[in-house]
């Protein structure tokens, strides 16, 4: 469980010992992906801690349970991943005030790019490119001009951590609005924090020509 645990930590810490401006794209990522791991953890070990009490250790060492909890925490994970990855691009986008070419087509390659470094823990219960589809189904319906208050921008991480918690359905439905301000609150922090490292100036979202092999690389690492 710990050797599990510390996968997803690394990139975390990796990025916090840097704590550098965001001026490229390979920083973007990063930024992402270790929020999104970030974002899973703390929400969903938060929300259980606080449902369990006292019982959460015993909990954790039952095997049922932490099979459970990991998959909602890649569920979440995942969920976290598509809802950033639309948020940091377009708050880009805005700032920039550009008429950029083929977002769309960019916003689909930066997460596959940023999914290609996930842990493969992650797919155990999702292949990859079921992610990748369920990513494409969310970018055909995305307003790119649209002003979303940050609550509705991270609505998917919310569902999810509502939908793959094991918790007890009942406790579930009396929880929903603490939980669903408990995450809205833990990501307006991450947004701050996005906002004061990102350089909108240096940043470019170009398209890499290449995005079809990129995709075939994606699903070629999810059947390994």
């Known amino acids: 469980m710990f050797r599990v645990l510390l996968k997803f930590l690394l990139p975390l810490i990796n990025f916090l010992k840097q704590q550098n401006r965001i001026e490229e794209i390979e920083s973007l990522r990063s930024f992402v992906s270790s929020r999104s791991s970030y974002m899973a953890q703390v929400s969903l070990y938060g929300y ?20 459970s909890m990991k998959t909602a925490r890649n569920r979440i994970f995942l969920a976290c991943l598509m809802d950033l990855t639309l948020y940091v691009l377009k708050t880009i986008h805005t700032q920039k005030q550009q008429n950029f070419q083929n977002l769309d087509a ?108 990129l995709e075939k690389t994606g699903q070629k690492g999810s059947e390994e």
């Not at 259980?48 to 099979?67: C, E, H, M, N, Q």
């Not at 007890?168 to 947004?191: A, G, M, Y």
């Open 48 to 67: 259980l801690k606080a449902r369990a009490g006292t019982r959460y250790v015993s909990l954790i060492k039952d095997p049922l349970f932490a099979s």
């Open 106 to 213: 960019f916003a689909h390659q930066f997460f596959i790019q940023t999914l290609a470094k996930a842990p493969k823990e992650v797919f155990e219960s999702l292949k990859r490119e079921v992610v990748i589809l369920e990513f494409e189904k969310r970018l055909s319906s995305h307003d790119w001009k649209e002003t979303d208050d940050s609550h509705e921008s991270f609505s998917g991480s919310r569902s999810a951590l509502l939908k793959w918690a094991p918790v007890v359905e009942e406790f579930k439905i009396q929880d929903e609005e603490i939980v669903s301000n408990s995450i809205h609150f833990k990501w307006l922090r991450v947004c701050q924090e996005f906002e004061k490292q990102i350089d909108f100036e240096k940043i470019r979202l170009v398209v890499d020509p290449d995005v079809s092999n």
